[in-house]
């Protein structure tokens, strides 16, 4: 794409997830500053308790849980909400009942709050200009549809529908791959595939196409890349 660089990578502190619900919070530490993230580790269960999410989290909640930190981001969705379908969904239909009444009310307070939640789905030359100019960007996927070249497997070994958060940290245009922070991965390395593949695994059914893009200027500082 015109006026990208050919390639661009943050440096984030990878973090792997301690429990089977806590991907997406493990992505957020992955953003996080090194006091600020010993902060939300050192208060773990408290903070959890304050921002209401218990043991599952949405993606509205990952929001909340930035502005906490002073994070700037925009959050863009396929529903402001919960998708009524998920009712029937396997996945959800488990945790909708618990968690309606909490999603629903923090979407409908985000505006009050300061926080850009926005109704559209955004393609992946969005998402390599984001990873270009402002910095990381976190991704709800399927994790069945999702295998690093690295890895050379799924990394959850699940079926049917299996949401997951990942953070994009970069690309190649030469290679066209996209390179990504796995919470379930216990050695840090950083994953890569096909920049098809993680659209593919990031639009399916289940997802709402979710994204949380971040603007950090410390990590925009850190970021390295070359024309």
Same mark, same amino acid.
């Given at each position: ?21 806590? %991907?997406?919070?493990? %992505? ?119 295998? %690093?070249?690295? %890895? ?76």
């Amino acid at each position: 794409m015109n006026g990208l660089p050919q390639s661009k990578h943050y440096n984030l502190t990878h973090y792997q997830q301690r429990y089977n619900w806590d %991907c997406g919070l493990s %992505c957020i530490l992955m953003i996080l500053s090194s006091t600020q993230r010993d902060q939300l580790l050192n208060n773990f269960e408290a903070i959890c308790r304050e921002e209401g999410f218990g043991s599952s989290t949405w993606t509205i909640d990952l929001c909340y849980l930035l502005l906490r930190y002073q994070v700037r981001h925009e959050y863009f969705t396929q529903t402001l909400g919960i998708d009524p379908n998920y009712t029937q969904h396997t996945y959800y239909s488990k945790i909708i009942d618990k968690d309606e009444k909490r999603v629903t009310r923090k979407f409908k307070d985000a505006k009050a709050h300061g926080l850009r939640v926005e109704q559209r789905t955004v393609d992946m030359e969005v998402i390599l200009r984001h990873l270009a100019r402002h910095g990381p960007v976190i991704l709800l996927t399927n994790a069945s549809l999702l295998t %690093c070249e690295i %890895c050379k497997r799924n990394v959850l070994e699940k079926f049917g529908y299996a949401g997951h958060y990942v953070v994009l940290s970069g690309y190649d245009m030469t290679s066209q791959k996209v390179f990504y922070h796995n919470p379930e991965v216990h050695d840090g390395h950083i994953c890569q595939c096909l920049t098809e593949s993680m659209d593919v695994a990031r639009r399916a059914y289940g997802t709402d196409e979710d994204i949380i893009f971040i603007y950090d200027q410390q990590q925009s500082a850190a970021a390295s890349g070359c024309q």
